[in-house]
């Protein structure tokens, strides 16, 4: 049986806690997501380092709402004190949390459910390279192998096929999305340099079967 302490960590883990389809993606520290689930559960105003997606590191004071887990990854849902906006920030990306024992009075989300400010906050985000897929198999079948995607990136088109939209800060994120596809797909208004790096990837995979049959 756990600890009474450590029970309480969980249950508030759990609380806070919206479930989206997850699955891999980077580890979170077990202290940290329960002092999160905490500062979330008691209204506490949180104080940490984070990295952004460009790779420069800020201080942030922020109100702490929700944990999200999906697409691979945990996500906060807060409120930014010191740019007065609502923010999601990757759980990854934040470190040195401190709770500063200041309670707030909670706002008013900007959408129906945290998993749907979520969905909001990643589709509007800009992306460093994005691409279209229309991929040989159903849509249906697209989410179930990519469950990373988000729904609305996947629509159904005729002859049982799918248009991917894919975007990326990475572009061996893309290259890894199109490859889990595992399916006939042609690509439109795709950047030049997403076609170097597959043409890349393709030659290795193909050196490395040559390889293997030559033994």
């Known amino acids: 049986m756990l600890p009474p302490r450590l029970r309480q960590r969980v249950a508030s883990v759990g609380r806070a806690t919206v479930g989206l389809p997850r699955r891999g ?39 702490p709402y929700h944990l999200v887990t999906g697409y691979g990854l945990w996500y906060l849902i807060g409120y930014d004190l010191h740019r007065a906006d609502w923010r999601t920030f990757r759980l990854d990306r934040l470190t040195e949390l401190t709770l500063v024992r200041r309670r707030f009075d909670p706002r008013e989300l900007l959408a129906r459910s945290p998993a749907d400010m979520l969905r909001r906050s990643i589709s509007e985000a800009p992306y460093r390279y994005s691409a279209l897929a229309t991929v040989a198999v159903s849509a249906e079948t697209v989410r179930a192998r990519v469950p990373t995607l988000l729904p609305a990136k996947v629509t159904a088109v005729d ?15 893309v290259v890894q999305d199109l ?22 990837v393709a030659e290795r995979l ?7 049959r030559s033994k």
């Open 25 to 63: 993606g980077p580890p979170v520290d077990a202290d940290l997501l329960a002092e999160m689930a905490t500062a979330c559960r008691d209204h506490e105003v949180v104080v940490f380092e984070y990295r952004g997606r460009g790779g420069a590191a800020s201080s942030r004071w922020v109100e």
């Open 159 to 173: 002859g049982g096929r799918a248009a991917v939209a894919l975007a990326a800060d990475s572009l061996d994120r």
């Open 179 to 200: 490859v889990a596809l595992d399916g006939e797909f042609e690509l439109a208004d795709a950047p030049a340099e997403l076609l170097d790096r597959l043409d890349t």
């Open 206 to 212: 193909r050196a490395a079967s040559a390889r293997a």
